[in-house]
């Protein structure tokens, strides 16, 4: 409560306690001293007002900064979130894709390794029957060598007739002439 009495109490003049104060210095300075004491301490919460409200402003701005950091963190998060999910559905896709190739180049490659088998075994078995082939002609050659040298004998012995036949049928010739002469 506010007092209205100079000296702090119930007086009804103000005149008269104005005349009371003054009258007496001692009261009056020690009243003077508190007065200039309660503006001291007045000016010193007026002072403190003024930082105290620019640290409210400061407090509602970095308030509102805080709120709005974390609508962009909130938001970064969904965005990495989403990001990080569409990254996932694309590897997922690269990989679904490598796998199908990679069963696919399987496959294929199974498929040229049996028929390379087939063929290595068409080859060996080309190979054996050429072999054979190969072995028979080699029997037949040295059959038809043999047969060869027993005509070439033979022909040798045909000759060596044909020769003795000639021989001797000129020899026979020789005698029909001779005879025939002596007749």
Do not use: H, W
Request: hydrophobic residues 50%; aromatic residues 2%.
């Amino acid at each position: 409560m506010i007092s209205t009495d100079i000296t702090g109490g119930s007086g009804t003049s103000q005149l008269l306690d104005l005349l009371t104060l003054v009258s007496n210095p001692a009261v009056y300075e020690a009243k003077v001293k508190a007065l200039q004491a309660s503006i001291a301490e007045n000016k010193a919460y007026v002072e403190a007002v003024a930082p105290v409200s620019e640290i409210v402003a400061i407090r509602k701005q970095v308030g509102e900064e805080r709120e709005q950091s974390r609508q962009e963190i909130a938001e970064a998060r969904a965005e990495a979130t989403k990001i990080k999910a569409d990254a996932k559905a694309a590897a997922k896709v690269t990989m679904d894709k490598a796998d199908k190739a990679l069963a696919d180049a399987q496959e294929q490659a199974a498929k040229l390794m049996a028929e390379a088998q087939k063929e290595l075994a068409d080859a060996k078995s080309a190979t054996a029957a050429l072999k054979a082939q190969t072995a028979a002609a080699s029997a037949a050659e040295k059959a038809a060598q043999a047969r060869a040298n027993e005509l070439a004998k033979m022909q040798s012995e045909a000759k060596a007739e044909f020769d003795a036949a000639q021989a001797e049928r000129a020899a026979l010739t020789a005698k029909i002439e001779a005879f025939a002469k002596g007749l």
